[in-house]
């Protein structure tokens, strides 16, 4: 990798775990303050409208995004025609789901107050579908720090808007608010902060340029868009309100920590990988570096959370929450498999393999689906003190079915790159060692220490001064490259 790729690799590193982080901190704040307003009921409500939503943002994408980035130079032509599109469809899709408001209740055993809330909320993505293109740009270029900018600040400001309706006694709708706050404040945002304009072009060459790539991705994307939203549904359809908020909570804490991974590595590496997809010897480097980070992060974030789970949770909720830690441990763990699954879909989406990328989530879907109806009759099952028994087994069967399809993306992923299995297994192996070393450390800590707080600071600092010493004593490359990039030096 060369300096110059290497420099602005790190800069694009180095802005995206400032985002995350900052973005996080300030998600969490606010999602500590409205879990302890709101009832298990107003959130099983607006995870229910999400399910919907999630499908809608992602209609309105189309894929293009992937596209853009994927190619080298795109042109003036290329952005402005996307960003109508992706306009034009936000506006149909919305007009579509506001009339199918009442069908969206009827799916929830006709709850009626979902109808003004999802009309309201769908409202957000007309406004993200506004910022696709700009943020697209800033992360082509590899400058990404206004994008930073622009997400901490629409947090601020959609915490304040969310707070004060929660404490106003607004339920549900301090959470509706808080998402169209959010989106409008990041647009407005880039879109003043930002030089560039859109043509008045809107080019059918242009956009059928980007099918290939952009339909399969889309595809790909709305797979997994069912694959991590159909549980909601379901749970709120076949069991009601209440157990869909523990899921919704635990699902929206979990993704605090795999989504914001997950985000950094792609729009960090993606576009580094794109830049050397013709040089096969630097690719096969770069995409072992990249492995052998995301190991580095990944193991040590995820397993210290699922330990760290009761800790966490009763230090920001209480007790009020407790049904949510199971379920969030569970899908951390299945977090494991979509980071990595996510990793090697940027090795062969920079190649051009969508089409691969297509089949592997076609692969996850259908195998989700066989251990979703397996576990369906089990789904509403509880035992004496756990509410949520049922959507534990339902759980349980869609981690085998990421297990699955992480085995085959990985194959798959060797063959199309020239790689080897040993070079990713090796890649990964002394950080998961090395983390499950750590957690008996971990579990004594919190067994001793009563009180969450001492219990979640002892076992964070204990954990990382471990992990940290460790690699440092092994003299870990990986270790000085990553506190490099953050740091943002050359060398």
């Known amino acids: 990798m060369d300096q110059s790729?290497?420099?602005?690799?790190?800069?694009?590193?180095?802005?995206?775990?400032?985002?995350?982080?900052?973005?996080?901190?300030?998600?969490?704040?606010?999602?500590?303050?409205?879990?302890?307003?709101?009832?298990?009921?107003?959130?099983g409500l607006v995870g229910a409208v999400l399910v919907f939503q999630a499908f809608a943002s992602l209609l309105v994408d189309s894929g293009f995004s992937y596209a853009l980035i994927q190619r080298k130079q795109p042109t003036q032509t290329d952005y402005s025609t996307v960003l109508w599109f992706n306009l034009a469809v936000a506006v149909a899709i919305y007009a579509v789901l506001y009339f199918c408001a009442p069908f969206i209740a009827d799916c929830f055993q006709g709850d009626r107050r979902l109808i003004p809330l999802s009309r309201v909320m769908f409202l957000s993505f007309i406004l993200n579908a506004s910022a696709i293109v700009q943020t697209n740009r800033l992360m082509k270029r590899m400058d990404v720090k206004m994008v930073a900018v622009s997400n901490s600040l629409g947090l601020v400001v959609a915490a304040v808007v969310g707070i004060w309706l929660a404490v106003t006694g607004y339920g549900a709708w301090a959470i509706v608010w808080q998402t169209i706050t959010l989106a409008a404040v990041k647009s407005l945002v880039l879109w003043t902060t930002q030089r560039w304009l859109p043509s008045p072009v809107f080019s059918w060459a242009a956009l059928r340029s980007f099918l290939g790539i952009g339909s399969r991705m889309m595809l790909t994307s709305f797979l997994n868009t069912l694959f991590l939203n159909i549980y909601s549904f379901f749970i709120g359809n076949r069991v009601g309100m209440t157990p869909l908020g523990y899921y919704t909570q635990s699902d929206k804490w979990s993704k605090m920590g795999i989504m914001s991974l997950s985000q950094v590595l792609t729009s960090s590496f993606l576009p580094t990988l794109s830049a050397v997809q013709d040089d096969s010897e630097r690719f096969l480097r770069a995409c072992s570096k990249m492995n052998r980070f995301t190991a580095y992060l990944l193991?040590?974030?995820?397993?210290?959370?699922?330990?760290?789970?009761?800790?966490?949770?009763?230090?920001?909720?209480?007790?009020?929450?407790?049904?949510?830690?199971?379920?969030?441990?569970?899908?951390?763990?299945?977090?494991?498999?979509?980071?990595?699954?996510?990793?090697?879909?940027?090795?062969?989406?920079?190649?051009?393999?969508?089409?691969?990328?297509?089949?592997?989530?076609?692969?996850?879907?259908?195998?989700?689906?066989?251990?979703?109806?397996?576990?369906?009759?089990?789904?509403?099952?509880?035992?004496?003190?756990?509410?949520?028994?049922?959507?534990?087994?339902?759980?349980?069967?869609?981690i085998a079915a990421s297990v699955v399809t992480w085995a085959a993306t990985l194959i798959f992923?060797?063959?199309?790159?020239?790689?080897?299995?040993?070079?990713?297994?090796?890649?990964?192996?002394?950080?998961?060692?090395?983390?499950?070393?750590?957690?008996?450390?971990?579990?004594?800590?919190?067994?001793?220490?009563?009180?969450?707080?001492?219990?979640?600071?002892?076992?964070?600092?204990?954990?990382?001064?471990l992990y940290i010493g460790a690699n440092a004593l092994a003299d870990s490359q990986i270790q000085r490259d990553a506190l490099d990039f953050l740091r943002h030096k050359k060398n």
């Not at 450390?441 to 964070?460: D, K, Q, Y």
């Open 5 to 43: 790729l290497k420099s602005r690799t790190a800069r694009t590193i180095k802005w995206n775990v400032i985002d995350r982080v900052a973005s996080q901190v300030l998600y969490a704040v606010t999602g500590v303050v409205l879990a302890r307003l709101l009832s298990t009921d107003d959130f």
């Open 299 to 398: 193991f040590p974030a995820m397993i210290g959370l699922m330990v760290t789970a009761t800790p966490i949770f009763h230090t920001l909720f209480g007790t009020k929450w407790d049904p949510s830690i199971i379920l969030f441990q569970l899908l951390l763990f299945r977090g494991i498999f979509t980071v990595l699954i996510g990793l090697y879909n940027n090795f062969l989406l920079a190649r051009g393999h969508a089409r691969t990328i297509m089949w592997m989530e076609v692969l996850r879907d259908s195998v989700a689906l066989a251990a979703l109806f397996a576990t369906l009759p089990f789904m509403a099952d509880t035992r004496p003190g756990n509410p949520v028994w049922g959507l534990e087994i339902l759980l349980w069967g869609q």
């Open 413 to 465: 992923t060797v063959k199309k790159t020239g790689a080897t299995l040993w070079n990713f297994l090796r890649d990964l192996a002394p950080y998961l060692c090395l983390t499950l070393a750590i957690v008996p450390v971990m579990m004594l800590l919190g067994s001793v220490i009563a009180n969450p707080l001492l219990a979640l600071l002892a076992e964070g600092a204990v954990a990382l001064a």
